[in-house]
């Protein structure tokens, strides 16, 4: 399946996204959301499988990563309430009235809070590995990013991708995927102040308690598809969470680590059709 790349001006800001070349027929659209420091193009392989098995996808690169428009701080204020609000207003611009939705994650949790919120725009929800429960914390590496000017030089280097996105999945990315992903960092430094601006106010301590009670009692079909050797979040706590607590589906990515959509495109995109579907 071609995947279309395509921009839209909302707002005042430009979002670009990718799409499968089809139309959504009787099938809701399915909406892929990204995490840190990634963009849509890691979801060109499960799209491309998922759109061979005629269902629409759309995924879009949040403001201030991939070839979005990167906003000032005083244009845009880059917290969980700004990303929810503008990531709306898209669907409004692109005329979707109501999607399933695909996260995965640090920033895909937001996703997570737009369904929550939005209970009328969200059907079915997919969750693969993203900060849910609350103590769950960014990684040293993105942490680091945040810090006042070791955050300010770190963040305009383009390696930082190869690092946090190697590191995270634990297998090594192709070298044209890689540059890819270092594009926009070596497009401009603006990419480099918006990742900075997002690790800061990602607020995780204050978010995530009221996210994860609003997802226990969640009553909308939700699976969470888990790369089971994650190291930076806990997947035993939460895999106890979810079969005990709540009445999600849960599957394990065995081998998978923290972006399993990288290299396990032909386990996920199965499950995500059988779940869509």
């Known amino acids: ?20 070349d089809n139309t959504p027929g009787d099938r809701l659209p399915i909406l892929f959301l990204h995490g840190l420091p990634s ?26 990563s991939g070839f979005s428009s990167y906003p000032s701080t005083r244009e845009f204020d880059y917290t969980p309430a700004g ?39 969200g059907d079915r929800l997919a969750i693969l590995n993203t900060p849910i429960l609350p103590g769950s914390k960014l990684p040293w590496k993105m942490q680091q990013w945040g810090i006042p000017f070791a955050g300010d030089m770190l963040t305009q280097d383009p390696l930082l991708v190869d690092r946090t996105l190697e590191g995270g999945s634990g297998y090594v990315i192709s070298d044209g995927n890689l540059d890819t992903y270092r594009k926009p960092f070596l497009t401009t430094s603006a990419v480099g102040r918006s990742l900075m601006a997002t690790t800061r106010r990602l607020n995780l301590k204050k978010v995530l308690p009221e ?6 009692v969640r009553t ?18 939460l895999q106890n969470w ?29 499950h995500l059709s059988k779940f869509f579907g």
Not at 1 to 20: A, H, P, S
Not at 91 to 104: G, K, M, N, Y
Request: aromatic fraction near 14%; hydrophobic fraction near 45%; glycine fraction near 6%.
């Open 211 to 216: 996210l994860t009670q609003k997802l226990k």
């Open 83 to 121: 990303f929810e609000a503008e990531l709306k207003a898209l669907l409004d611009a692109l005329s979707i009235e109501r999607c399933h939705i695909v996260i995965q994650g640090f920033l895909g949790h937001i996703g997570i809070l737009f369904a929550q919120n939005n209970p009328e725009r």
């Open 39 to 64: 963009h849509s193009f890691g979801w060109c392989d499960v799209m491309a499988k998922l759109g061979d098995a005629n269902f629409y996808c759309i995924a879009p690169d949040w403001l201030g």
């Open 242 to 270: 979810v079969k005990k607590e709540t009445s999600h589906q849960w599957i394990s990515i065995e081998e998978a680590k923290h972006y399993p959509q990288e290299h396990f495109a032909e386990a996920i995109a199965p």
């Open 1 to 20: 399946m071609q995947l279309l790349k395509k921009k839209i001006t909302v707002n005042g800001f430009e979002w670009f996204y990718r799409e499968t």
């Open 220 to 237: 909308e079909k939700t699976l969470f598809l888990w790369g089971v050797e994650d190291e930076w979040l806990d997947n035993v706590a």
